[in-house]
């Protein structure tokens, strides 16, 4: 009996240790590429990075697969960069488009796709990930020079373009592929769905040792979403039927969609005070959803579920590597008293992801009670009330602009699919035979449901009392219309 139990210690330690070597590396930020410069570009400079493999697509270099932050290790190896003479002529491309800012180079990462004939982004599930794959250009611009280039190309028109941009926030895993889907569907609007531009931008102001000036930030982030609404709004043929004389007019306005990843949100007082003229939106769903729905797409896996049955996750997924800087970075009220309990040592990763939750959803309330976001949308009301939830929307933020109403069922090839296809980040909560959505959580432990409980219970009151419906909702119009 003892040799058994010594045996099955040995094996349950040479097990653990081979994980967390596993995890270990998994954990460690990717090594500079070949080719990449080491030094700040400096700010009027623009190069050119010269790929070995120019013809090839990009490969993400993050943990996390497909899903990686864009990075313009990307790309790599490199063999040499070589100075840009003509940066106008770059961003004036209608190929060309920003895809990330790199904090080791302090330069705006900006890409040469395939022909727009070839390659269009607001068909794409996420645009960094059909960036990535079509770009075979890689340039880096200083931000003086991006900013400069971006106001010589706008000549003074970056208000006019900005009013067509709609920006959306969520708690992420809350429908929000499905509303940028949805919009993306509609007559005269273009959906862009996580341009990473935002995410990097969000993680260098938040840098824990190297904090990108907030001004600095606030100006790229405007210039790129300049660059984002002129592209897509000069490569796109917007066209609306003319009633009156059935005739095909060009569209006078065109609305562009603009969906971050979730925990953008950490800057969103930031990113609205850089474009006020655009509109901003909020999604958001129920939380013990919401966290079902992250650990199911994410943390679905076997060795996950190893390390959660021993209550090793904490320390080997959660406390090692990027993961921990990044949650601090994201979400700041990770570490307020009110907050330090052991439910989250209990739930592991499982806990962290709940504290994105309330993080954005804390933010939202105070970016709705202040002015900064325009109105907030429930996951149920999206799904229930699908087009009538569209309508709404476009009534209540472009008065008069969308004359001809979303008619029901008329997206229903949107509603009727899950909105990630068949990318490794598709709902797990839905048998995708049937159809049918699970009534109960899918990786969630029993045990872990009062635990997040506790966490919730520390909401800001407003939030709690509310019963975690935000301010500004489009609900009630909703509920009569549906009558």
Same mark, same amino acid.
């Given at each position: 009996?003892?040799?058994?139990?010594?045996?099955?210690?040995?094996?349950?330690?040479?097990?653990?240790?081979?994980?967390?070597?596993?995890?270990?590396?998994?954990?460690?930020?990717?090594?500079?590429?070949?080719?990449?410069?080491?030094?700040?570009? +400096?700010?009027?400079?623009?190069?050119?990075?010269?790929?070995?493999?120019?013809?090839?697509?990009?490969?993400?270099?993050?943990?996390?697969?497909?899903?990686?932050?864009?990075?313009?290790?990307?790309?790599?190896?490199?063999?040499?960069?070589? $100075?840009?003479?003509?940066?106008?002529?770059?961003?004036?491309?209608?190929?060309?488009?920003?895809?990330?800012?790199?904090?080791?180079?302090?330069?705006?990462?900006?890409? !040469?796709?395939?022909?727009?004939?070839?390659?269009?982004?607001?068909?794409?599930?996420?645009?960094?990930?059909?960036?990535?794959?079509?770009?075979?250009?890689?340039?880096?611009?200083?931000?003086?020079?991006?900013?400069?280039?971006?106001?010589?190309?706008?000549?003074?028109?970056?208000? &006019?373009?900005?009013?067509?941009?709609?920006?959306?926030?969520?708690?992420?895993?809350?429908?929000?592929?499905?509303?940028?889907?949805? @919009?993306?569907?509609?007559?005269?609007?273009?959906? @862009?769905?996580?341009?990473?531009?935002?995410?990097?931008?969000?993680?260098?102001?938040?840098?824990?040792?190297?904090? #990108?000036?907030?001004?600095?930030?606030?100006?790229? #982030?405007?210039?790129?979403?300049?660059?984002?609404?002129?592209?897509?709004?000069?490569?796109?043929?917007?066209?609306?039927?003319?009633?009156?004389?059935?005739?095909?007019?060009?569209?006078?306005?065109?609305?562009?969609?603009?969906?971050?990843?979730?925990?953008?949100?950490?800057?969103?007082?930031? #990113?609205?005070?850089?474009? $006020?003229?655009?509109?901003?939106?909020?999604?958001?769903?129920?939380?013990?959803?919401?966290?079902?729905?992250?650990?199911?797409?994410?943390?679905?896996?076997?060795?996950?579920?190893?390390?959660?049955?021993?209550?090793?996750?904490?320390?080997?997924?959660?406390?090692?590597?990027? !993961?921990?800087?990044?949650?601090?970075?994201?979400?700041?009220?990770?570490?307020?008293?009110?907050?330090?309990?052991?439910?989250?040592?209990?739930?592991?990763?499982? =806990?962290?992801?709940?504290?994105?939750?309330?993080?954005?959803?804390?933010?939202?309330?105070?970016?709705?009670?202040? =002015?900064?976001?325009?109105?907030?949308?429930?996951?149920?009301?999206?799904?229930?009330?699908?087009?009538?939830? #569209?309508?709404?929307?476009?009534?209540?933020?472009?008065?008069?602009?969308?004359?001809?109403?979303?008619?029901?069922?008329?997206?229903?090839?949107?509603?009727?699919?899950?909105?990630?296809?068949?990318?490794?980040?598709?709902?797990?909560?839905?048998?995708?035979?049937? =159809?049918?959505?699970? +009534?109960?959580?899918?990786?969630?432990?029993? +045990?872990?449901?009062?635990?997040?409980?506790?966490? @919730?219970? &520390?909401?800001?009151?407003?939030?709690?009392?509310?019963?975690?419906?935000?301010?500004?909702?489009?609900?009630?119009?909703?509920?009569?219309?549906? +009558?």
């Amino acid at each position: 009996m003892p040799e058994v139990m010594l045996s099955f210690g040995v094996v349950t330690a040479l097990v653990v240790g081979g994980l967390a070597t596993f995890i270990w590396f998994k954990n460690q930020k990717p090594t500079q590429a070949a080719g990449v410069p080491t030094e700040p570009v +400096k700010g009027e400079a623009c190069i050119e990075l010269v790929r070995v493999n120019e013809n090839s697509s990009g490969n993400p270099v993050g943990p996390l697969g497909d899903e990686s932050l864009a990075d313009v290790r990307d790309f790599g190896p490199f063999s040499s960069t070589r $100075p840009v003479s003509d940066p106008l002529a770059i961003l004036k491309d209608p190929n060309s488009s920003v895809y990330t800012y790199d904090q080791a180079t302090q330069s705006v990462v900006v890409v !040469m796709q395939q022909s727009t004939d070839e390659v269009e982004d607001s068909t794409a599930t996420f645009v960094y990930q059909e960036q990535r794959t079509n770009a075979r250009r890689v340039f880096l611009f200083g931000v003086t020079s991006f900013i400069n280039t971006m106001k010589q190309l706008s000549e003074g028109q970056e208000d &006019q373009l900005l009013e067509k941009v709609l920006v959306v926030h969520s708690t992420g895993r809350c429908g929000s592929t499905l509303l940028s889907k949805a @919009l993306g569907a509609a007559h005269l609007v273009r959906s @862009l769905a996580e341009p990473d531009i935002y995410s990097a931008i969000t993680l260098a102001m938040n840098h824990k040792n190297d904090k #990108l000036d907030k001004d600095v930030g606030a100006s790229i #982030l405007r210039f790129a979403t300049v660059h984002l609404a002129r592209r897509i709004t000069i490569t796109s043929s917007a066209v609306i039927p003319n009633t009156a004389n059935m005739e095909t007019v060009v569209a006078e306005a065109n609305i562009v969609a603009i969906k971050t990843r979730s925990w953008v949100m950490s800057i969103a007082h930031e #990113l609205a005070a850089a474009l $006020p003229e655009s509109k901003t939106i909020f999604l958001y769903r129920d939380p013990m959803a919401v966290v079902d729905s992250f650990c199911a797409a994410f943390l679905n896996n076997p060795v996950t579920k190893f390390l959660r049955a021993w209550n090793l996750d904490t320390h080997l997924i959660m406390k090692a590597g990027w !993961m921990q800087e990044f949650i601090d970075a994201v979400a700041p009220i990770y570490k307020e008293p009110r907050f330090q309990v052991d439910a989250l040592d209990q739930l592991g990763v499982v =806990g962290n992801i709940a504290m994105l939750w309330i993080s954005g959803m804390e933010q939202a309330y105070e970016c709705l009670t202040d =002015g900064t976001f325009d109105c907030s949308l429930r996951y149920k009301e999206l799904v229930d009330y699908k087009e009538d939830m #569209l309508n709404e929307l476009f009534d209540q933020l472009y008065p008069g602009k969308f004359p001809t109403k979303l008619a029901r069922g008329q997206l229903s090839d949107v509603f009727s699919k899950d909105a990630h296809g068949d990318a490794s980040t598709a709902s797990a909560r839905i048998d995708h035979k049937t =159809g049918v959505v699970a +009534k109960e959580t899918v990786f969630l432990r029993a +045990k872990d449901a009062p635990l997040i409980g506790q966490l @919730l219970s &520390q909401c800001k009151p407003e939030i709690l009392e509310a019963e975690f419906q935000l301010p500004l909702s489009l609900l009630t119009d909703l509920i009569e219309i549906g +009558k």
